[in-house]
């Protein structure tokens, strides 16, 4: 059974930058497709990155420029960097690998 543990979340201002991390159990870490997705208040849940067993990623519209997903195998972690972060960025982060999920992790962007 796969584990995903994420952290990193927290209360940041408007404009701060902050880095997720999803650490993953399982032994198929290199060869499977994984990403992230938010769900803010009242809202249902979105794809904010992922990145292709191929290595190829694919961002939101709504965080271009702004987020960087990146992974490293021999740690088994996905890592979200994501800067210039605006209040519409609020909400709970979820780690997915293939149909897995996480418990997801909150971040609060205010003024």
């Known amino acids: 059974q796969v584990q995903l543990v994420e952290s990193g979340g927290g209360s940041v201002q408007i404009g701060e930058s902050l880095t997720l991390s999803c650490k993953i159990y399982t032994n198929f870490f290199g060869v499977s497709a994984m990403g992230w997705y938010r769900q803010a208040p009242g809202k249902q849940r979105e794809l904010v990155a992922s990145?292709?067993?191929?290595?190829?990623?694919n961002y939101a519209r709504s965080v271009l420029g702004r987020a960087t997903i990146s992974k490293v195998d021999a740690e088994k972690t996905l890592y979200l960097r994501m800067t210039d972060l605006k209040a519409e960025d609020t909400g709970v982060y979820y780690c997915s690998f293939r149909d897995e999920w996480g418990e997801g992790t909150q971040v609060t962007v205010s003024s």
């Open positions: 990145v292709s067993t191929f290595g190829e990623v």
